[in-house]
């Protein structure tokens, strides 16, 4: 909450900064030695940068929603009484809602502007938040979620892209590492501050989703101060709205950003669709703070990992990302057949890091050169190829697990993403090196 008051007090920088160039620009001085130069330039361009984390907060704050139930399903499950088949059929509206305005938000925000697509986004997240503390039955969660998902297809593309816009040209790879770890750490931290809250609260479902009401107001605060963008007349001429795309000089960037995306995002999905029954059922783990923890942890490796490796070739992030993933999956399987808390553990941070080094890569790719009127329509690609993925096999696995049994369903599901990661793996090596 201090840094929440901390980006509030701070949200007049963005409209200072504009006057107070104008104001230099109209005034004659003397010719600025070299000294007094250089510090003009360190002091914008920290300007720049915290102007740059600001914005990535609404980023964070919807994200927070996202994974803010996943501590909450065991509660629900035994309330409601539906089955792992029904759990992550729930998971999967989230999916289906974020799909389908993946398709649609990035070119109407490129096109429209921002906040024109910003603005509906958080309002639909604050009918999802409201949603999520009334629901009394399946069709309330599964609605929730579905409203939670478009919320987060608005945010992955046009709120990603608004935070690259502020980076603009001299700042892409600091932008694009904001928006990436705002992105993870929404998602940590939403499990986490739920798992805390269940463990100390008798009924905690209202006070938790209170608390993240509280968050998406302050997102509407920061959308408010975003620089204004437009289209060039040219473009407008020829804009339609079709299915996303990016020009070819920029298809094969995109490729690789997904070869490795998506099986990262698909692990962390299993994880949170499936961990917490997991842990209950074959770890005999009933705590939904433990599984609060586990997903926490999971996401603050994918935020510290980008920190750890920034200055690494985009190459590198890709290979150790797709490595990451095949060892998650070597854990969970281990940590099913033995019942061994701590490899899912493991396997919890080694998917984080998976996801986070394969987000970062992908999202630097489209900020450095993809053109900036395609740049939300590019995230909306790369996320509707991590996300097809994360939404089929985890719900595939889930009714595989009814059928079966949640040794076999789980085994299956780590072979299936192994391969995937290791074919993203092959990819990268024999081919980004050539182009």
């Not at 006070?207 to 975003?226: C, R, Y």
């Amino acid at each position: 909450m201090v840094f929440l008051f901390y980006l509030i007090l701070n949200t007049k920088e963005v409209s200072e900064m504009n006057q107070a160039h104008y104001k230099e620009t109209s005034t004659l001085h003397r010719q600025p030695r070299a000294s007094e130069t250089q510090e003009t330039d360190k002091s914008r361009h920290n300007q720049q940068s915290r102007r740059i984390w600001i914005a990535s907060w609404m980023v964070t704050a919807v994200f927070i929603l996202a994974n803010l139930p996943t501590p909450l399903y065991v509660f629900w499950q035994q309330e409601m009484g539906f089955s792992n088949g029904t759990l992550t059929l729930v998971f999967a509206a989230y999916i289906v809602g974020l799909l389908m305005a993946l398709l649609f938000a990035g070119q109407l925000s490129d096109r429209f502007g921002r906040k024109s697509v910003l603005y509906p986004g958080l309002a639909t997240a604050i009918l999802a938040c409201l949603l999520f503390a009334t629901a009394s039955s399946v069709i309330a969660l599964v609605g929730a979620r579905f409203l939670s998902g478009i919320s987060i297809g608005v945010i992955v593309s046009a709120g990603m892209a608004a935070v690259m816009d502020v980076g603009g040209s001299e700042q892409k790879t600091t932008a694009s590492l904001a928006a990436s770890v705002a992105m993870v750490l929404g998602a940590g931290l939403g499990p986490l501050l739920a798992g805390i809250l269940a463990e100390i609260i008798a009924q905690p479902v209202i006070p938790i989703f209170t608390i993240e009401l509280v968050l998406l107001i302050s997102a509407f605060l920061i959308v408010g101060i975003l620089p204004k963008r437009g289209m060039e007349s040219s473009q407008q001429s020829e804009w339609r709205l079709k299915v996303p795309s990016v020009p070819s000089a920029n298809r094969l960037h995109l490729a690789f950003g997904i070869a490795v995306f998506a099986p990262g995002i698909t692990a962390t999905s299993f994880v949170l669709s499936l961990g917490p029954s997991l842990l209950s059922k074959l770890l005999n783990i009933k705590s939904p703070l433990i599984s609060g923890i586990t997903a926490c942890v999971m996401f603050l490796a994918a935020t510290g990992i980008q920190f750890m490796l920034k200055k690494q070739s985009v190459r590198t992030n890709f290979l150790i990302g797709a490595t990451a993933t095949i060892l998650s999956m070597v854990s969970i399987a281990l940590a099913v057949h033995f019942s061994i808390v701590l490899l899912f553990v493991i396997a919890a941070i080694l998917a984080g890091i998976g996801q986070g080094l394969g987000q970062l890569g992908g999202l630097t790719l489209i900020g450095v050169h993809v053109p900036d009127h395609r740049r939300a329509e590019a995230n909306a690609v790369l996320n509707l190829g991590g996300y097809i993925s994360a939404a089929l096999l985890p719900v595939g696995t889930g009714y595989l697990i009814d059928i079966t049994s949640l040794a076999i369903g789980a085994t299956i599901f780590t072979a299936i993403l192994s391969i995937m990661a290791g074919t993203a793996m092959i990819f990268v090596l024999t081919r980004f090196q050539k182009e």
